[in-house]
C-alpha cells in the first residue's frame, strides 16, 4: 500500500511534463462548474484506490452502505498497485475512473486539467480540514481520506528492554537508543523498507517539524537546504547516521514492506519512520504474531524546538473526482460519504478529515509529551508550484524513493562518495534548479 513514491527520478521530469501537456485550462469543460449540482444522484462510478489489502473486504461493506443511501447509484472499485506511477501515466488519458486519489505527481496549477473544482477553498474548509494540501486559484479539488500525524512506530516492549521508556529528545539520543537495541536485543533497531522504496518518503512528511509552518517556503527561498542547519539537512543526515552506523537492516535491498510489518509486529525490528498511518497495521501485526497492540506506539521525531516535540499533521490521499466523469453528482457523493460516514479515518487510527474531529487513540503517546501539531502554511499566491518547480528541476524527488535510496546506499557503501559530497551534490543540482526557475 504505497503512500508517496516514484518510480525512477528520471520519470518524474519526464512525467511532470506530460502532465503538463495533456491537459489545459481550455479543455477543462465541466471543470468549471460545481459538480454538486442539483441532478439526482444516479449512474455507475469507479473508484480508483490503493488499498489493494482492503477492496476485497472493507471497501465492499463501503460499498453495500453507500449504495444503501443511494440506491440509483452503482460503485465498483479498482485498485492499484503501483497506485502513483500507473495512475500518473493514466491521466494522459480519460480513462482514470471518476472518483481518484489525486497523485502525488500533479502540481497545484495542473489540478484543473484533471479534476472538478469541489467549491471554494473557504466554502469547502467550512467542512474538511487540509483544504488548501490540493487547492489552485481559490478552488479545492481534493477531501483527505484521513489525516496523519507524523513521526515514527516503534515496538515499544523492544525499546524498553533496551532501556529506553520515553522518546529520544536529540538526534543523538534517537541514535544511541537504537545502539543499545543492537547491543542488547536480537532485534534490527531500524528498517529502512529500501526495496519498496516509497516507504523512504515517509522522511520527508516530517518537514515543519524544526522549521515550523512556513517551511515549504523556506525551502523555496534556499540555495543550500542540504547544509547544516537546515531542516532537509538534519532530516536526511539523520537517516544517513542511521545507515552508516550499521543500525539497520544487512542488506536494504531484500526489504518487503508487507513482511515488515511482522517483522515489527513481532519485535524483530524496533523503529520505522512512517506516518501514523501505519501504526494500526502494525498492531494488527503484533496481534497476529503472538504480541499485543500494546507494544506498538507513536512516537514524535528526536528533534525539539524550546523544548517541545513537535509533529506535523496533514492530509493523507485526496479524493478527487474526475473531470471527465459522466457522473459528477454521484463521484461527488462518494467523496463526501467516504470522508464524513464510511468511518475509514478511525479504522485507521488517522486524524478525521472533517473538522473538529478528536485526536485518535493511536497518537495516545502525544498528550502526555506535550507534542505541538504543526500544520503546514499554503504557498503565497502565485507560487503554488514553486517548490515542486524547483524540485523536479532539479531531478531530486524529495516525494520519491530515488535519492534516498542513494542516500543510503552511500552511507553503506554500495555508492561512491560521503555524506558531505553527496549533499554537495544535492545543494548543487538544487541551486541550478532555483536559479532556473525563479530566472
Known amino acids: 500500500m504505497a503512500r508517496k513514491h516514484m518510480t525512477a527520478i ?3 521530469g519526464a512525467l511532470a511534463l506530460a502532465l503538463t501537456a495533456c491537459g489545459s485550462e481550455d479543455d477543462a469543460g465541466d471543470g468549471a462548474t460545481d459538480p454538486t449540482g442539483s441532478g439526482e444522484v444516479s449512474g455507475d462510478i469507479t473508484v480508483l484506490t490503493n488499498r489493494t489489502d482492503l477492496v476485497d473486504t472493507t471497501f465492499q461493506e463501503y460499498k453495500e452502505s453507500f449504495e444503501a443511501e443511494h440506491p440509483e447509484v452503482n460503485v465498483e472499485f479498482e485498485a492499484v498497485t503501483d497506485y502513483e506511477g500507473d495512475v500518473s501515466i493514466r491521466l494522459n488519458t480519460q480513462d482514470y475512473g471518476d472518483v481518484l486519489l489525486i497523485p502525488n505527481t500533479v502540481s497545484k496549477d495542473q489540478l484543473p486539467n484533471f479534476f472538478l473544482p469541489l467549491g471554494t477553498t473557504d466554502e469547502v474548509a467550512e467542512t474538511y480540514r487540509f483544504v488548501e494540501e490540493q487547492a489552485y486559484d481559490g478552488q479545492a479539488y481534493g477531501v483527505a481520506i484521513t489525516g496523519n500525524a507524523q513521526g ?3 515496538n515499544k516492549a523492544v525499546w524498553e528492554s533496551a532501556g529506553v521508556t520515553e522518546p529520544p529528545t536529540t538526534p543523538e539520543e534517537f541514535l544511541a537508543g537504537l545502539q ?12 529502512t ?8 518518503s515517509q522522511w ?7 522549521a515550523g509552518p512556513e517551511t515549504e517556503q523556506e525551502l523555496a527561498a534556499t540555495d543550500a537546504p542540504w547544509s547544516e542547519g537546515e531542516e532537509q539537512y538534519a532530516l536526511d543526515s539523520l537517516l544517513y547516521d542511521v545507515v552508516d552506523a550499521g543500525l539497520s537492516e544487512p542488506d536494504p535491498t531484500t526489504t518487503n514492506w508487507e513482511e515488515s510489518k511482522n517483522l515489527l509486529g513481532s519485535g524483530q525490528v524496533a523503529t520505522m519512520v512512517l506516518g501514523s498511518w501505519a501504526v494500526t497495521q502494525m498492531q494488527d501485526a503484533a496481534e497476529a504474531n503472538g504480541g499485543s497492540a500494546d507494544d506498538i506506539a507513536y512516537w514524535p521525531m528526536p528533534f525539539q524546538v524550546d523544548g517541545t516535540f513537535r509533529s506535523t499533521i496533514g492530509g493523507d490521499y485526496k479524493n ?4 471527465h466523469t459522466e457522473n459528477p453528482e454521484a463521484a461527488r457523493a462518494w467523496v463526501d460519504w467516504f470522508a464524513q460516514e464510511s468511518g475509514y479515518a478511525q479504522s485507521e487510527g488517522g486524524l478525521p478529515p472533517t473538522v473538529g474531529g478528536d485526536l485518535p487513540d493511536t497518537l495516545s503517546e502525544f498528550e502526555p509529551l506535550g507534542v505541538e501539531l504543526v500544520e503546514i502554511a499554503p504557498a503565497p499566491a502565485g507560487e503554488e508550484s514553486l517548490l515542486s518547480d524547483i524540485y523536479d528541476t532539479a531531478e531530486i524527488d524529495l516525494w520519491g524513493n530515488v535519492y534516498r535510496q542513494k542516500l543510503v546506499d552511500v552511507a553503506r557503501g554500495a555508492a561512491d562518495g560521503d555524506k558531505q559530497s553527496y549533499f554537495d551534490e544535492l545543494n548543487q543540482r538544487w541551486s541550478d534548479a532555483r536559479a532556473e526557475v525563479t530566472g
Open 10 to 12: 528520471a520519470a518524474a
Open 152 to 154: 515514527y512506530v516503534v
Open 180 to 191: 543499545a537495541i543492537a547491543d542488547t536485543t536480537e532485534a534490527t533497531p531500524y528498517y
Open 193 to 200: 523498507n529500501y526495496a519498496d522504496g516509497w516507504p523512504l
Open 204 to 210: 520527508q512528511g516530517n518537514r515543519g517539524v524544526i
Open 320 to 323: 478527487a473526482v474526475s473531470k
